[in-house]
């Protein structure tokens, strides 16, 4: 069994606005200072604190945030957040947000 509760966790994060959401990268500051994260590094964030200890080992590392989150949920669920959370449209918009990310979490995992 997997722990749900840090699931919920990372769930409500997603959902309360407090980050802005990017690609390609767990977490990346612009030349203004504005932090945006991708999907799972919302989760290393509120799961882990911060997004450092998975930068080194890349996203398939032995310590990556993939091998970690398979841990706490139980399965390889990468393939489903990784291309959704980095599917923009040709405006440069995301094509799912983090609410629906979220509802994707929420379905196959709550």
């Known amino acids: 069994m997997y722990d749900k509760v840090k699931v919920k966790t990372w769930v409500d994060a997603l959902r309360s606005g407090d980050y802005k959401q990017g690609a390609d990268r767990l977490c990346r500051s612009d030349a203004d200072g504005v932090i945006s994260y991708c999907c799972l590094g919302v989760y290393s964030k509120v799961i882990d604190g911060n997004t450092d200890k998975y930068l080194m080992s890349?996203?398939?590392?032995?310590k990556s945030v993939y091998k970690h989150l398979g841990e706490v949920v139980g399965r390889d669920f990468r393939g489903k957040l990784?291309?959704?959370?980095?599917?923009?449209?040709e405006d440069g918009t995301h094509k799912y947000n983090f609410s629906s990310l979220a509802d994707c979490i929420e379905k196959e995992l709550l």
């Open 82 to 89: 990784s291309s959704r959370n980095d599917d923009l449209l």
């Open 58 to 62: 890349g996203f398939t590392g032995p």
